[in-house]
């Protein structure tokens, strides 16, 4: 993390940061099995050949002819033998067969039960993902308090920079969303701790998240920013102030919730 001294550096630091993180999922999720042929699923295999441990591709070039096979052509023939065993011995569930001159690698279908771990081991990855990115928000809001307390910031400018950071990560979320529904055809995985406290809730018959409705209402988010920095001295200061800002909410929510049922 670089050093944060105004809402520019912080913007620039949490999009490297996040990139790397989206990145990240990329690589790891690339090398989980669906069931369809994809070169990426070898992206981890390191075969020992002339003395060292190189990437697959470095020592064969990788193709896709039919949906369920691979194909690898050593660049050097004499190769084939440490190639096909390393494809062998990456614990992936393939059997590679060689005739000499390249190697036939099939991509059996997942059965069900290989089919609800890979959903599990998808779900994992890309919640690892997400967190990774709120981490970051959270970090870049806390060195935009930092400022805003030492007086290198004024409200205004602070409450855009928070504004901007939240945007930064819902995009990043939603790519590596995107990412997950990408290598999940089948039903997504739902832990057992989602089923039992669901993170998620009706709101005018719309199933919305928490994350979604702070989006929604950005009024809420500042005032939590507030109250985690002056804590009772800003409930104290703003009492009528936040009266009015629920009031106004429940008038909201109310109105929402008369159009669902009038649109229904």
């Given amino acids: 993390?670089?050093?944060?001294?105004?809402?520019?550096?912080?913007?620039?630091?949490?999009?490297?940061?996040?990139?790397?993180?989206?990145?990240?999922?990329?690589?790891?999720?690339?090398?989980v099995r669906t069931g369809r042929a994809s070169i990426t699923i070898l992206d981890a295999i390191h075969v020992d050949a002339y003395g060292a441990e190189v990437p697959l591709n470095q020592v064969a070039s990788l193709s896709v002819p039919e949906s369920t096979l691979i194909v690898a052509a050593p660049f050097d023939p004499s190769q084939i033998s440490r190639i096909e065993a390393a494809i062998r011995n990456a614990n992936l569930g393939l059997n590679p067969s060689n005739d000499g001159?390249?190697?036939?690698?099939?991509?059996?279908?997942?059965?069900?039960?290989?089919?609800?771990?890979?959903?599990?081991?998808?779900?994992?990855?890309?919640?690892?993902?997400?967190?990774?990115?709120?981490?970051?928000?959270?970090?870049?809001?806390?060195?935009?308090?930092?400022?805003?307390?030492n007086h290198e910031l004024s409200e205004d400018d602070?409450?855009?920079?928070?504004?901007?950071?939240?945007?930064?990560t819902n995009a990043h979320v939603k790519a590596i969303d995107e990412l997950q529904k990408s290598l999940q055809p089948y039903p997504e995985y739902v832990s057992p701790l989602e089923k039992r406290m669901?993170?998620?809730?009706?709101?005018?018959?719309?199933?919305?998240?928490?994350?979604?409705?702070?989006?929604?209402?950005?009024?809420?988010?500042?005032?939590?920013?507030?109250?985690?920095?002056?804590g009772s001295d800003f409930l104290i200061d703003n009492k009528r102030k936040m009266l009015e800002f629920?009031?106004?909410?429940?008038?909201?929510?109310?109105?929402?919730?008369?159009?669902n049922i009038t649109q229904k």
Avoid at 5 to 13: G, I, L, V, Y
Avoid at 202 to 227: A, C, M, N, P, S
């Fill in 1 to 31: 993390m670089t050093t944060i001294t105004d809402p520019e550096s912080a913007h620039n630091d949490a999009v490297q940061r996040m990139d790397g993180a989206v990145e990240h999922v990329r690589r790891e999720l690339s090398g």
């Fill in 101 to 149: 001159k390249i190697i036939r690698i099939p991509v059996p279908p997942l059965t069900d039960e290989r089919r609800k771990e890979m959903s599990r081991l998808v779900h994992k990855l890309a919640e690892e993902g997400r967190n990774s990115v709120r981490q970051i928000r959270r970090d870049a809001n806390e060195a935009l308090k930092s400022l805003l307390k």
């Fill in 158 to 168: 602070e409450h855009r920079a928070l504004d901007d950071i939240q945007q930064l």
């Fill in 198 to 230: 669901p993170d998620k809730f009706i709101y005018g018959r719309k199933l919305q998240t928490f994350e979604e409705f702070l989006e929604e209402h950005r009024d809420i988010r500042l005032y939590k920013v507030r109250l985690e920095e002056r």
């Fill in 246 to 259: 629920f009031d106004n909410i429940e008038i909201r929510v109310t109105k929402k919730l008369r159009t």
